[in-house]
């Protein structure tokens, strides 16, 4: 309640005390004394604080409520709305993809920032000889206009490699996308119209939120735990704003690394229900998994035709295929597809093609069972090295994926950042995930690309800086 | 003049005569009495026609300039705007390309309605070569991320091949895309905001329309003439409208086969300059020449930067590469190289490094020139056997490409494309060109996928239907 003992309330002034308490509270949200989903005192308490009838203080939330600056929760209490209403109303501003720094990579370079895996892991002798196959029997068809929604062999053979994840569907129902990031970008384009408000993970994705902008979409980001979605925190939002959908990537989150939990998954595709509201399920990366739990996508939960699942294997296979897949629920089937026509036509049918062999053999199997045991080891040595930090950083210990999301205590990260940079180690800071302009202290560290032998190194190099940076005795309080 | 006659003013009303003036010229133009561009009377005239003051007839005009219903043009007259204003507060509806007819077609089908080349001439021999070659040098490189503007030494022999066309220009002006449809999306995102207002040709590619529309811009077209876009048109419209660009296809304009003059590039290039806006030319098909003009790109004469190109071998190469460029004045650069990494990231690496090798080792030259050699045969057989037609149709003889725009006389297209599919016969009417509800007498005849043999038989197929229907002594009137 500190914040509020600031309010000075003028008795004499014509102005309504509901009203001047309106603007204080307003106010302290303008100054960012008050944050996003913060709940606000009680209304008895707030009344004898300041001195006023507890009317005074019921109709000023209203007042606010009304402006949605405010949400109350059934007996639970009033909160601060995600988003101030002035911002609603104007457009986030664009992430400028050119003020990006121009960072040149070298072999001696640590590169702790990418997710893609190293080239030399890509089964290009596999697809070499598939393609050759596609060529001698498809000959110039392999070259031809594809369907739209993409080449019907393949279209069957992803239902098979969908059914052992436990997800069933059939080939009317699934659009062949040229990767993740075209299937965002036709969603948004089949989904979103001007002013259209969606909602996404706190912290995302930066690709997804720079497409959806593009759109002219209002985003509203929702703050993650450590099982997935903040679910009350959602559903005060879903009952202010009316998503069009929520964006969510169910397995090793980008950059969280967190996994949505089985109640997380049920509770939140019926929630999409409740809200009449879709789910856009990106599976970036799913499968890469080092742990017991089993690793089924929410889609495969998907019993109220609430989910849009996308999936890619950029990450996993070989990120420049530019292929993927999006399994899509009846009603906005025709939409979709509508949208992949007037982006781009279709997908190259070779390479459609030659995946569609790719799956049929099986060899996606092997391939995902190697990329396992080939992570695992980097993923475990990542681990063992942090945990010699203690001191100075913590984490959530993900079950899978190519990441790991450090906590730093009494850190400046974008110090750190540069820092680092200066000593050619590339890592993604928490600033590079949310529109937030609010600094966590927060680094993904990815060891998707760096030599296991190298990992003990780039540690060793945080370790100085932080350490130094200690040393100075600059004590910064963690913001978050 | 002759729909002035039917104007009534009331001498008692209470409305001013000025303004019932107004209110008949808006109804004429509501009921479609009058055309967009026709040129209203001379003051003088329609006040002695209707016996009032010059004045009135005066205010009137000037009440619906403010309106931008009309417009005037100095020491020419007044003429009726292309869009009336409530169309322009509002949306053009979207077209749906679920409502599609789907056509089954089969090996009998004689499908003049394509203008995609036949699979048989796909150079897919040389294309598995090259592939194998980059597969060879470049590994598991050549399924990695690409850098989104696209791969520099295809950047670089791309900027020889222009040089070959007189189009000089330099490797970091160049965007790789994946087709000419993805050309046109990512330069409707880099370069539209919700209500611009953007021209294209009358009639035009309604893939690009669908496109532009999705973005929610208003669009106006501008009707074209033997040698290019009506500049008077144009220029009118620019003073009004302020459009971000115009659409224009300079060689074998889809679907009317038109090539832009000399005159007329150099005058669309000034006013582009004069009016600060810039034109998007989309070179789908140019190379295809039967004629001995030479076939030189307007960006070749792009001195003022105003020309954006996109070049795609979809149409002439293979449709299912997927691949293409664009080239774009400095200043817009950056927002459609962000757009093009929020779409998709890059295009395909594999295809990107095949294609360079294939414009290295001017293998391209070797196909254009079979290409030409191949379908001049077809089309000076088209022209032979439409010629035998001249009772029921005309056309204005185009310089390449791989169709022919008729133009029929008192038959009804819609009517006649419908009777030709019941035979079989695919072909491309009028309506499939423009968002103009009014049904022209034209029906785009392609010869991309008809074997040569086939053609008279297809020509012969047309000859009885308009036989038929002329028989039956319904003389329908051409609309235009």
Redesign the interface.
Known sequence: MNEFVSIQLERNSKEPLYLQLSNSIYSLIEQNKLRSNAKLPAIRKLAELLKVNNSTVVNAYKHLENKNILYSQKGSGTYISPIPLEKLSTNIPQI???TKHHVEITKDTLNLATI?I?????P?QD??RL??TV?DKD????????DSQGYLPLRESICDYLGYHNVRTTPDKIQII??A??GI?ILS?GLLH?GDVLFVEKPTYR?AI??FQ?R?AKIIEIPLEEDGIDLDVLENNMKLFHPKFIYIMSYYQNPTGISYSLEKKHALIKLANKYDTYIIEDDYLGGLNYSNEPYIPLKAFDYKNRVIYIKTFSKIL?????FGFIVLPQKIL?SV???K???????????QRTFDLYLRSNLWKKHIKEMCNYYQKRYELLVLELSTLSDHLSFVLPHGGLSIWVKFKNVNVEDLTAKLLSKNVLVSPASAFSLDPEIYPYIRLSFADVELERIPEAISIIKEIVQSQNNKAISIEPLL
């Open positions: 400028n993809q050119t893609s190293s080239p030399e892991l890509f290009v697809f070499k393609l050759n060529l000959g110039g068809n392999a070259f031809n206009y594809q040229s990767g990031q075209q970008d384009k001007y690709g720079a497409n593009s002219g070989m990120p420049g295929l530019r025709q597809l509508a949208a026509h007037t982006t781009d036509i279709a997908t190259s049918g070779l390479i």
